[in-house]
């Protein structure tokens, strides 16, 4: 994450994690959050569990609506396939450590799988843990996060990840607390994740409300509330701003004209997309790019 990360997503619209190694499924990372546009990364899931360890300053946090604040030396664990993004709504700076790791590392074994594996990932009342250094068995969870990244610098090493991994998992699985409330809200979570990821896979298409309330079989009205509820803002306003975190990677990493890339992000016209990105950057696409 040393870079503003360009999500590639499954088939289901899933995240499809970058890792290290593609042969093996380990995500470890130094990330800092004015990396991400607006010092705000964008709404996404992946079936990978995902860790982050503050490194120096403060990060707020979402999961699945529920907004939460890291301090230096704090961590979270994200639970499988729920949705989440870091940010700064003051537009502080803040190292971390971001690591993400697969279930498939430890899905060899069906016994494992079925009575270790699954309860802790498909426990429904289970969404997140925050991590706190005063808590012995949190405090073990982020030294191994720290080993895990320390050991990893230069290459990935398999064994260190399985054993580090192996033993996170543990001290979740003993430690598990769980979120009553979690299930009302269920629904509503499965409409919004495939609205999210019908704006994930279909963004440099035109999109209109009632498109995204059939991907999440509401109505528009419910589809516009739940946006709303789980992430403050009007669908079409994240649509817009998941077009415009786009087009922020490909004037990093490409050589397409701004015309070429307000097209390619989903925006009607140059003229539309440039006054767009000036009202949420403060600053114009071309000048962005030369600041690079």
């Not at 289970?126 to 290459?155: C, H, M, T, V």
Request: proline residues 4%; negative net charge; contains cysteine.
């Amino acid at each position: 994450m040393e870079v503003c990360p360009n999500i590639i997503l499954n088939s289901d619209a899933s995240e499809n994690v970058a890792y290290n190694n593609p042969d093996f499924p380990a995500y470890i990372k130094k990330g800092q959050l004015s990396n991400y546009p607006d010092f705000r990364a964008v709404s996404h899931w992946h079936d990978d569990l995902e860790f982050i360890l503050i490194l120096e300053g403060q990060m707020s946090y979402d999961v699945n609506g529920q907004k939460l604040l890291l301090q230096e030396g704090e961590g979270i664990f994200v639970n499988s396939r729920y949705f989440h993004y870091g940010y700064s709504d003051a537009h502080t700076e803040c190292f971390f450590l971001c690591i993400l790791l697969s279930p498939q590392l430890l899905s060899v074994n069906a016994y494992l799988v079925e009575n270790c594996l699954n309860p802790l990932i498909q426990n429904t009342h289970f969404p997140y843990e925050k991590l706190s250094p005063a808590i012995r068995w949190q405090n073990l969870i982020l030294r191994d996060l720290e080993g895990l990244y320390e050991s990893n610098l230069d290459q990935i090493q398999p064994f260190t990840v399985l054993e580090k991994f192996s033993h996170i998992l543990q001290l979740l699985s003993e430690n598990m607390d769980t979120f009553p409330q979690q299930n009302k809200n269920t629904e509503d979570i499965l409409a919004l994740t495939a609205m999210m990821g019908y704006v994930q896979k279909h963004y440099s298409n035109k999109i209109l409300l009632k498109d995204l309330s059939s991907a999440g079989n509401c109505c528009k009205t419910k589809c516009t509330s739940l946006f709303q509820k789980y992430l403050s803002t009007s669908p079409m306003l994240y649509l817009s701003h998941y077009r415009l975190e786009k087009s922020i990677f490909l004037l990093r990493n490409t050589a397409m004209s701004i015309t070429e890339i307000a097209y390619a992000c989903g925006f009607s016209n140059t003229s539309y997309f440039c006054e767009l990105f000036h009202e949420r950057y403060g600053i114009s696409p071309g000048k962005y790019r030369t600041k690079l």
